[in-house]
C-alpha cells in the first residue's frame, strides 16, 4: 500500500515529465525502479512516448514486464545511433578546423621561393612535401 508522502516522494523523483505518463499511482514503485535500473533508457523512452498519440498507454505497455527486453534494445539502439551521429559531428568540425588551420598557415610565397630553390638545383620538388 502507498501513503501520500510515498507517492509524492515517488513522482519528485520520476520527475514532472515521466510523472505525466503514469496515471496509476499504484505503479508508481515499478516505473521508480525501472528508473533506477535503466536510467538512459527510461529518460529516452519518456522523450519517446511523449510524441505518441496516447503516450500513458504507450509508456505502461512498453515498460510491462513482458515487452521490457524488446524496450531496452530498441531505446539502445536509439541511444547508440545518437551517440554516433554526435561523435561524426565532433569529427567534421575537428576536420574543417584543421583545413582551416592549414589554409591560414599556408605560406605560398615561402612555398614558392623552396620550389624555386629545387628547380634550381634540379631536384624534383613534387614528392618532397607531398602536396
Known sequence: MLDNKRISVMRTRLGERASRLIK???????FRNRQIKYQREFEESVKIAEKKRNPE???????S???????????RSVIYKAIEKVRELQESIKRAKRE????????????AKIVE?????????NSLFGL
Not at 582551416?100 to 612555398?111: A, M, Q, T
Open 24 to 30: 496509476n499511482d499504484k505503479f508508481l514503485p515499478m
Open 100 to 111: 582551416e588551420d592549414i589554409k591560414s598557415n599556408y605560406n605560398s610565397s615561402g612555398r
Open 117 to 125: 630553390l629545387f628547380k634550381a638545383k634540379g631536384k624534383d620538388y
Open 65 to 75: 514486464c513482458e515487452n521490457i527486453e524488446k524496450t531496452l534494445k530498441l531505446i
Open 57 to 63: 498507454h504507450f509508456f505502461a505497455k512498453i515498460w
